[in-house]
């Protein structure tokens, strides 16, 4: 079973920098996308950023420019810095692994991360 474990949510003023992490563990043999999705109260969930196992990566365009996203694919980690952060940006940030592929498996899944908070205060 693959589990998905974010750290680094906080409470940061607007201005400020925060980075968040997720690994994912299990016996994982790859991993094709890894991503970082936001959910704000009373909103849908949306896409912030995405990485793909050869690098590509893609933002939403609220946060370019401001928010990294990369990976390290020997540790199944996926990190996303952000800066410049607006109170717009608070909401849960999960972690989302696409493509999974377990050891011995033939078969691809996804896994979700149980989420961590971000706060950004005005």
């Known amino acids: 079973q693959v589990q998905l474990v974010e750290s680094g949510g906080d409470l940061v003023q607007a201005g400020g920098s925060l980075g968040l992490s997720c690994a994912a563990s299990?016996?994982?043999?790859?991993?094709?996308?890894m991503a970082w999705y936001r959910q704000a109260p009373g909103q849908q969930r949306e896409l912030v950023a995405h990485i793909t196992s050869g690098g590509s990566t893609n933002y939403a365009d609220s946060v370019k420019g401001r928010f990294a996203i990369s990976r390290d694919n020997a540790k199944n980690t996926v990190y996303l810095q952000m800066n410049s952060l607006k109170p717009e940006d608070t909401g849960v940030y999960y972690c989302?692994?696409?493509?999974?592929?377990?050891?011995?498996?033939?078969?691809?899944?996804?896994?979700w991360g149980q989420g961590t908070q971000v706060t950004v205060s005005s």
């Open positions: 299990g016996s994982i043999f790859s991993i094709n996308a």
């Open positions: 989302y692994a696409g493509g999974v592929r377990e050891s011995g498996s033939l078969y691809f899944r996804n896994y």
